[in-house]
């Protein structure tokens, strides 16, 4: 599923929330049904948890913490530390190269789901999985899958339920800082990881909100929202093609969907660990282009086959 930390702030019209929390509700009960005794979830960061100062490509966390920014959960998460560390083993095995991390800080990209989904970011225990889709240089995309493969082939030796979250916006290209663009302030703080004031992350909070209603108004600068090029991707993904998105380049990615549609990373890796289970087949499906929300938005729930 997609998120946004707009779902938590001021804006978005009522009728574009009831639609896409009409679909969320779907998908919790998809939840609901199958009751998880673990949860995985692959998502980014927007450099609330990991920095240039050492950028990994992906990272599993032996604990995590909700840093709370756009009102999500702050303070630690429930992760099965001995779980997550074979996990790691195990991908390393498959010839991933993964870090760890025993002190992971997660954003609204990992707490969001699991509120929306679950009510709350701690009922489940959960192994959080970095994927780095915003921190240029990105890998290439087979890697990815190759990570989800890896991590599935993991999880189906476990005697457990396991939900499987790929977390992240499809075509959207929001006010994110690079380093070739930011001011001397935001380049210490995506460099050196300086945590931000609670002045900054209010003032973070206002020029999203601003940003959004000049996107929603077409007065813009960012680059529109790719509807066509969204159901590219969900058609690839829902008839279990997953490795032509191997021959995507990540120049392809951004000239389609925009800085921040290589968040399609946690999806191709949440749909490679479900493939590794022998194949699946989406059920729940939705999509939203949601100018509001500065992104195509989209939601699926899959069950192996």
Known sequence: ????????????????????EGAIAGASQFVRDYDPELVVIFSPDHYNGFFYKAMPPFCIGLSANGVGDYGT???????????????????????????????????HGTVQPLEKLFGDAVSRPVIPVFINAVAVPLGPLHRCRALGTAVGNYLSGLDKRVLVI????LSHSPPVPTLA?????????????????????????????????????????????N?????????????????????????????????????????????????????????????????ELIAGFAIRTATPT
């Open 227 to 291: 509807p066509a090029w969204d159901h590219r991707v969900l058609e690839i993904i829902d008839d279990g093609r997953l490795a032509e998105f191997d021959l995507w380049s990540n120049a392809f990615v951004t000239y389609e969907g925009g800085s921040s549609a290589h968040e399609i990373r946690s999806w191709i890796a949440a749909f490679g660990a479900l493939a590794a289970m022998g194949g699946y087949r989406t059920v729940l499906r939705y999509y939203k282009p949601a100018e």
């Open 181 to 225: 663009t930011a001011a001397p302030e935001v380049l210490e703080r995506i460099v050196q990881g300086r945590p931000m004031t609670t002045e900054q992350r209010q003032a973070r909070q206002v020029a999203v909100i601003e940003a959004a209603k000049a996107f929603a108004d077409g007065h813009s600068d960012l680059q529109p929202l």
């Open 73 to 107: 959960h702050a303070g630690p998460l429930d992760v099965p530390a001995e779980l997550a560390a074979r996990c790691a083993e195990a991908v390393l095995e498959a010839g991933i190269d993964v870090a760890v991390s025993a002190s992971m800080d997660v954003d």
């Open 1 to 20: 599923m997609s998120h946004s930390p707009l779902l938590n702030l001021p804006g978005p019209s009522r009728d574009l929330l009831d639609d896409v």
């Open 166 to 169: 790929g977390s992240g916006g």
